[in-house]
C-alpha cells in the first residue's frame, strides 16, 4: 500500500509550524493517524510530538559555531540541508516501514530551498522511491497579500516551488483569523483573482511601460492558465480546515488503496439481533457524505422496516468506514 506525505513549505513566518500543529490536532480528533517529521535544523520549539527531527542529526548553531566553515545564519541552514540529503539513509531509518502511513514534513523557510536548490527535489524524489504520494503545500500569510503587488510575488513564489517540485501542490493563505472584518472582505478577491481587473486598477502607479508589459504578461500566465489559487486557512474554523485537508487528500488519492474493515458491534448489542426489530423503534444513521462529519436522526415508531443494513465508504479521504443504513418504505 502506498504511503501519504504533505511537504509544507512557505517563507519564514508564514505560519508552518502552527499549520502542522493544528492540522494534527484536526487529524486526531477524526481519529486518522497522522505524524510530523521536522525538517528544519533551526527550529527552537514547536507545539507537536515530533516522528523524527533533523535537529538529531545536524543543527544551525553547530554549523556556525564550527570555526572551519565559518558560515552564517542562512549558509548554516543550506549546509545543513546539503548534508541531510547526503543522509537520506537516517530519514529512512527514522520513517520505518510502516504501510499507510500520512505525515507531515515541516520544511525550513528558505526560500532558496524551493526555486534553485535542488535539495528538496532530491528529497521528493527519495520519497516517492519509498512509495510515498507526495503533495506540496504552500503557506503564504494572509496579513502581507492585501496588495496587488505582494499577491503577485506571493503567486511567483509559489509558482516557482510548483514549476521546481514537480509535484501536485496545494496554496494556502494563512494566519486568516488574525485579519479584521475589513481586510477579510479585502482579500476575498485574491483567493480566486481576476488578474486582468487588478492590473488595470493599479495601472496608474506602473510608470515604466517595460515593467508594465511584463507584470501583463505574468498575470496572463497566472489568469489564462488557472496555475495558482488559493484556499483559506482559518486555525479556529473546523470546516475550513476540513476543505483544505480534503483537497490535500484528493490531489494525493489517500484512502483509495485503504482496504476494507467491519464495523466494531456496540457494547451490549445482542450477538443475534433480528434488525428488523431491533431498529422498529428508532435507527441510527451515522455517516455524512464527507466523511468528517456525523449526525444523528432517530425515527419515530412509523410504519416503517429496515430492508437492509449496509457498510461502506463514505468518501476516499475517509480512513476509517462509517456505517450507514438504507431504509425502504413499504406500503
Partial sequence: MPRYAQLVMGPAGS???TYCATMLEHCQALNRSVQVVNLDPAAEHFEYPVMADIRELIQVDDVMEDDSLRFGPNGGLIFCMEYFANNFDWLEESLGHVEDDYILFDCPGQIELYTHLPVMKQLVEQLQQWEFRVCGVFLVDSQFMVETFKF????????SAMVTLEIPQINIMTKMDLLSPKAKKE????LDPDMYSMME?????????KFKKLTKAICGLIDDYSMVRFLPFDRTDEEGISIVLQH??????????LEFKEPKELDGEPSNTNFDEFFQDRVVIA?????HFLYRCWVGQRKRRLAALTYSFCLPDWKHIVPRCRLTTQA
Avoid: H, W
Fill in 15 to 17: 505560519g508552518k509550524s
Fill in 152 to 159: 503577485i510575488s506571493g503567486v511567483m513564489a509559489a509558482l
Fill in 187 to 190: 482579500i476575498e478577491k485574491y
Fill in 201 to 209: 486598477d493599479n495601472s496608474v502607479s506602473l510608470r515604466s511601460m
Fill in 248 to 257: 490535500i487528500d484528493f490531489s494525493i488519492q489517500y484512502g483509495e488503496d
Fill in 287 to 291: 455517516g455524512y457524505c464527507t466523511g
